[in-house]
């Protein structure tokens, strides 16, 4: 079998905020169909890690490939052009992202917003991007919320229609930055159920978390991330059972 | 009051109408794109945008009508008396509401519009598609109530000549030296169409509430 590119992969990747240095030349590949979990203390660069790969940050140096074609730049290097805007939001199209605080759109319904960007960003007929929504919302459990408004839902639900929301443009990656870190916790486990379906269906998703089980259960790889930089990337088992470096045996034994 | 003399002022009313009417037209929209203008935030056109709003929003309507009728024409605009009434007015309620969109745009949710960002929308997409629809609910009582100050500025532009309600009732009083009558009616024109605007605002708002579900204000 040829090798696969990687779905989403960064390298070198920099990003300092007016001279503070928030992350420092990171490399990582996230296989296609693999779940990648993200962890590491506060303040490690985690969230401005994921949202380079989006480029809703621009790394400061450093290339981001989505099966192989980068992303914010028209080639490789510091050097190669930065793309025109519109060619920049046609190639995040491929790479959903689901927030901690959910970041709904509040004028629209449940389906509004999980039709929202198929429909106006994708151009694809309503009918049939409402259909599969509807079919989405029912298998994460809020069929019938499809008409209701955002404001009307508790936290769990908003994270489960924001979910449904990155399903629905049919990414090849789905990023999620702390998905459950503003719930209350009895609504944890809704999510995170939600979350590890997909992840037996084989989708992409890299996700940034603070739930440990979570990600020993769930991640094919995981990433620790300290003072901005991957301190290590290994498998659950490895990693909770064999961390290399005593930085990390210290975070795993406080968390 | 004779019949003619209630024409005289429903003729002004009608006047009246006509150039708010006009006005609110082409003003709402003007602000908004001065706002947007200025929250692109680019260097000199930055600049312009706000010392044009800075100095319309200070100087009184009456000199603004005079400044438009009597000096623009210097720099070769010389309108007629109604278009030089309806070019105050838009500026007027352009300046101002642009600082009520300006306020709306700058305490809309980041999250909201980095979400649209990450889903792929352009800047044009995230404006139509998420700012807009939220901002102009927001904005719509500041807008009103901007409105019917335009609505009361309207006979300020008498002074070039300009015939809207009340210089048509206290024409008609003058004539007749029976002031009452003529400006119980204007009152009473003015109050109806501040009526109408009120009316619809809370028409609108019910109605956006009812869809989402809100108790209403
Ligand atoms: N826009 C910004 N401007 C300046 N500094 C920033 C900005 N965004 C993040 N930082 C800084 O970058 C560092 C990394 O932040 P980041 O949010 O990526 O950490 P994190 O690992 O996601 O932390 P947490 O677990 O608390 O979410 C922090 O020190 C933060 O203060
Ligand atoms: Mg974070």
Request: proline share 6%; charged share 20%; aromatic share 6%.
């Amino acid at each position: 079998m040829a090798e696969l590119e990687p779905a989403i992969s960064a390298r070198g990747v920099c990003k300092d905020f007016g001279g503070f240095e928030v992350l420092r030349d990171i490399d990582l590949d996230v296989a296609t169909g693999t779940t990648t979990c993200i962890l590491g203390p506060s303040g490690s660069g985690k969230s401005t890690f994921l949202r380079c790969l989006n480029w809703l940050e621009e790394p400061s140096a450093g290339d981001i490939l989505i099966q192989g074609k980068p992303i914010g730049r028209t080639g490789l290097g510091r050097d190669a052009k930065r793309m025109a805007r519109n060619e920049l939001a046609a190639a995040r199209t491929s790479i959903a992202m689901v927030f901690q605080h959910f970041a709904l759109w509040p004028h629209l319904t449940v389906l509004g917003n999980v039709a929202e960007a198929p429909v106006h960003v994708l151009g694809r007929p309503r009918h049939e991007v409402e259909a599969e929504g509807r079919a989405i919302l029912a298998r994460v459990g809020l069929a019938e919320k499809a008409d209701a408004y955002p404001h009307t839902l508790s936290g769990g639900q908003k994270q489960r229609v924001a979910i449904s929301r990155a399903l629905a443009m049919k990414p090849k990656v789905i990023l999620f930055d702390e998905p459950t870190s503003a719930l209350d916790p009895e609504m944890v486990g809704e999510v995170l159920a939600v979350i590890r379906g997909l992840a037996q269906d084989g989708l992409t998703m890299v996700v940034v978390t603070h739930e440990m089980a979570f990600a020993r259960k769930v991640a094919d790889t995981i990433v620790f991330m300290d003072a901005g930089r991957v301190r290590e990337v290994a498998t659950p088992h490895d990693f909770f059972a064999n961390p290399q470096s005593e930085r990390t045996k210290r975070f795993i034994a406080r968390s | 009051m004779t019949w003619p003399a209630i024409r005289t002022i429903l003729d002004g009313a009608l006047v009246t109408a006509a150039l708010s009417a006009i006005s609110i037209l082409l003003s709402l929209p003007m602000g908004l794109l001065l706002a947007l203008l200025r929250w692109r935030r680019i260097p000199v056109i930055e600049g312009l945008l706000a010392a044009f709003v800075t100095i319309v929003r200070a100087t009184p309507f009456v000199t603004l009508v005079l400044f438009v009728y009597f000096v623009m024409p210097a720099i070769g605009l010389e309108l007629d008396p109604v278009p030089a009434a309806i070019l105050a007015l838009t500026a007027n309620t352009a300046a101002f509401s642009s600082e009520i969109w300006r306020a709306a745009l700058q305490a809309f949710p980041r999250d909201q519009r980095e979400a649209a960002i990450a889903f792929g929308m352009t800047d044009t997409k995230v404006f139509t598609r998420i700012v807009f629809p939220q901002i102009w609910r927001a904005s719509l009582g500041p807008l009103v109530s901007e409105v019917t100050i335009l609505l009361k500025c309207t006979p300020a532009v008498a002074v070039i000549g300009v015939v809207e309600i009340t210089r048509a009732a206290s024409r008609v009083g003058a004539e007749t030296y029976e002031p009452l009558p003529p400006f119980l009616l204007a009152t009473l024109i003015y109050t109806v169409l501040i009526a109408v605007l009120v009316r619809s605002q809370r028409v609108i708002e019910r109605r956006l509430a009812r869809r989402m579900g809100l108790t209403p204000l």
